[in-house]
């Protein structure tokens, strides 16, 4: 092709061809081959990297041993600050960028150090603060993305003739229905115990609420979803769906899917909008359940149901993922962090999971989130505008590199009831600000 890349190693592989189809084909928007051929390589008329040991013409990256590796040890790379940005595995050679990019954008985009042993929350999650992000400082900055754009003006400044086409900004806003209904549809034993548990905690306000909504006096606090549709669609935005339709349990505790409120709100919901899969808590430890709830949510909208993303965001690699692929799930919505905004896989591009346990690319498209109103509220105790600045600081971090901004929201946090009372100005500020 005459507006290809050409990139040189004497000892091709997965790892390299993986991360280098990411950034050139993906971030940048051109292909990319990789080589083995010297002959070839110096033949060739367009850019071209050199990356390996030897002396050859055209851009050089010395390798670090990452990418030609076939195993997962424990790795803690060490970080220096190039451009003001930083860079992960610094070189010592004189090389035409003193970091290895590819090594670096892969230790991210794999979740490399998520393969080794962790510390947990009590959820079980990886906790963001122990990672190589946080530690260094670079967790809300898209550094995969700025190391791609690096690599551009690399080859723009040695090849002025080769063009690359420009990338646009995108935001795809993603709602997550945990709890349809606050109050309604709840049943005489979930009602009478919930009365009872607000009676203990004194909270008067709570049973007010509750028996004049189902007295049908007000509508239900969680009950947003015509609001949510109404403002998405005055900005022309098409949001995507997750419902939970697990069992019910500690942690799981939506309304059952053969209620018929809860059919007829998924079913109207898919008539608008792409409907996913909300893997429940209890799925994590019953992995049976999953394909199980694929299947209802599948029955309900007579539709295949390709989109995923986990309660509570249990992410475990590799076996959350390779349990989603063999279920027929395509596209995964859970990279993001619970207890802190960011970019946990260090980019806004979603990328195909690679798997380091089988070293091979997959078919699952992971679509990295940013923000969740939980994080904002629950976890960092912002108040609506605190929240409303951190998003905007978010969103520019990604416009910059133009990427896909995505947030993840839920239908209750829209409600102005409970720890939520305010709450309903930071979204319809997070639309105006993203769309």
Known sequence: MNNMILIYTPHPNPRLTYITRFLFTSILGVPVSVTANVEEFKQYPLPKINYSNELLDGITIYPVSLLFEKDIHDLNPECTIFNGFPALFPLQQTSSLPFDPFAASFFMVSRYEEYLPNPIDQYNRVIPTNTVAFKNHFLEIPLVDHWAFMLRQLIESNYPSFQFP????????????????????????????????????????????????????????????????NWHQQHNLTPRFFFQVGRYGKYDKNLPPSHFAMQRLIKQTSEQCSVGVHPSYQSN???????????????????????????????????????????????????????????????????HFYDLTSETETSLMVYPFQVMDGTLNQYLKLSPLEAIERIRQLNS????????????????????????????????????ISS
Request: charge should be positive; hydrophobic fraction near 35%; glycine fraction near 6%.
């Open 166 to 229: 420009n990338r646009s900004y995108s935001f795809i806003p993603t709602i997550d229905v945990d709890i349809a209904y606050a109050y309604k549809y709840r049943g005489i034993y979930r009602t009478i115990g919930a009365t009872l548990k607000s009676l203990l905690k004194g909270d008067i306000k709570d049973n007010r609420r509750r028996f004049q909504i189902l007295f049908q006096k007000k509508s239900d606090p969680y009950d947003t979803f015509d609001l949510i549709n």
């Open 285 to 351: 430890y019953r992995p049976d359940r999953v394909k199980e709830e694929i299947d209802t949510l599948s029955k309900i909208t007579a539709t295949p149901i390709i989109r995923s993303r986990q309660h509570f965001l249990m992410l475990r690699y590799p076996e959350t993922y390779q349990r989603l692929i063999k279920l027929g799930i395509t596209e995964d919505y859970t990279m993001g962090y619970a207890q802190l905004p960011g970019f946990r896989a260090g980019t806004c591009t979603p990328f």
């Open 397 to 432: 971090a990604v416009r910059k590199v133009n990427g896909t901004f995505i947030s993840l929201w839920h239908n209750q946090s829209i409600g102005e009831v409970r720890n939520w009372k305010n709450w309903r100005e930071v979204y319809k500020a997070l639309l105006q």
